[in-house]
């Protein structure tokens, strides 16, 4: 049973996780911006996606490259959801899940610590 939500509820449980991660985090976060979209054209049914330069790949090379792109997608989250508080706690996994990969840190990692 999918879980209604407006858009800007949904939004605002972005926000929310953003909120929670430590500033000594945020304040090294890097050329990259959060987006919300509906869903991934190309697969569907993931929940997030990180594109871009990890900051672990950045050498004195780079520059001139757009801004990585956080995206969290709404729709499967709220469909594989059953309640609002399982929306919350699984925007908030997608968020840190994403941003990790944003420092380097592989699927592997993230999947064998609860992550995933």
Do not use: K, Q
Not at 22 to 31: A, C, F, G, W
Not at 83 to 108: C, K, L, N, P, Y
Request: proline share 4%.
């Amino acid at each position: 049973m999918t879980v209604r939500m407006s858009d800007d509820e949904f939004d605002g449980l972005v926000s929310d996780a953003l909120d929670t991660i430590p500033s000594e985090l945020t304040d090294n976060m890097s050329n990259v911006v959060i987006l919300v979209e509906p869903f991934n054209e190309e697969e569907p049914t993931i929940l997030g996606l990180y594109h871009g330069v990890a900051l672990t790949m950045r050498d004195h090379e780079y520059g001139g490259f757009l801004p990585d792109t956080i995206t969290i997608y709404r729709d499967p989250i709220l469909a594989m959801c059953h309640s609002r508080e399982e929306v919350v706690h699984e925007v908030a996994v997608t968020v840190i899940h994403e941003i990790a990969h944003h420092f380097g840190i592989s699927d592997e990692w993230l999947h064998a610590n609860g992550w995933g």
